[in-house]
């Protein structure tokens, strides 16, 4: 069993390599590093780490936390303030469903993945972080089912707070999602 810090720097070895690039040409390429969820300020700042490292290496890392993108979309459709008001009237649950609906998270017009699309161009690589801070508003299937038809030959890695056993993830290692992902694990445990 490899420690984090173990498993970071073997995913950062595979992720510079000129050949993580390439796309296999049979499909897209997702990744999954799964981590403990209490080890969260660690990985932020290793995903950091990594990005500069690729930097200084001429690759260009985007990094995109699912969370902020979220928030943006709410204030850019004035829906943030309305958000908070509606919470307190209706409940967590009615909320969650609210912003599920204004991003389209069940369509392949989801405005997460729209936005991702439309703020990718040049990358690399691109890092998909935040999933935990957003629960219960998006969920990882959300994004990780329509991204690979929209963001061809780069290769995708999502920071998954909680464990993925290279078919279910399984959020905060508590919260078991129903659905199945052809992503392959990035380091494993």
Same mark, same amino acid.
């Given at each position: ?7 970071? =720097? ?17 499909e ?5 590093? =799964? ?7 660690y ?94 508003l998006?969920?990882a ?36 999602? =129903? ?11």
């Amino acid at each position: 069993m490899s420690t984090l810090e173990e498993r970071f =720097d073997k995913a950062e070895e595979i992720i510079l390599k000129r050949s993580f690039r390439k796309n296999n040409g049979f499909e897209d390429s997702c990744y999954i590093f =799964d981590y403990e969820p209490s080890k969260e300020l660690y990985v932020r700042e290793r995903i950091d780490f990594i990005k500069k490292k690729g930097e200084s290496v001429d690759m260009a890392i985007k990094v995109f936390d699912i969370y902020d993108i979220i928030i943006q979309i709410c204030k850019n459709k004035g829906f943030l303030e309305k958000n908070f008001e509606f919470e307190q009237k209706k409940g967590l649950e009615r909320v969650t469903k609210a912003i599920g609906n204004m991003l389209r998270v069940t369509t392949p017009n989801n405005l997460v993945v729209k936005y991702i699309e439309e703020h990718s161009e040049g990358a690399d690589v691109i890092f998909l972080t935040g999933i935990g801070k957003c629960f219960p508003l998006f969920r990882a299937h959300n994004v990780l089912n329509n991204l690979n038809g929209v963001v061809h030959n780069i290769p995708v890695v999502m920071f998954y707070p909680g464990s993925y056993d290279g078919q279910y993830l399984v959020l905060f290692s508590q919260i078991k999602d =129903d659905n199945h992902y052809r992503a392959f694990k990035l380091a494993d445990r």
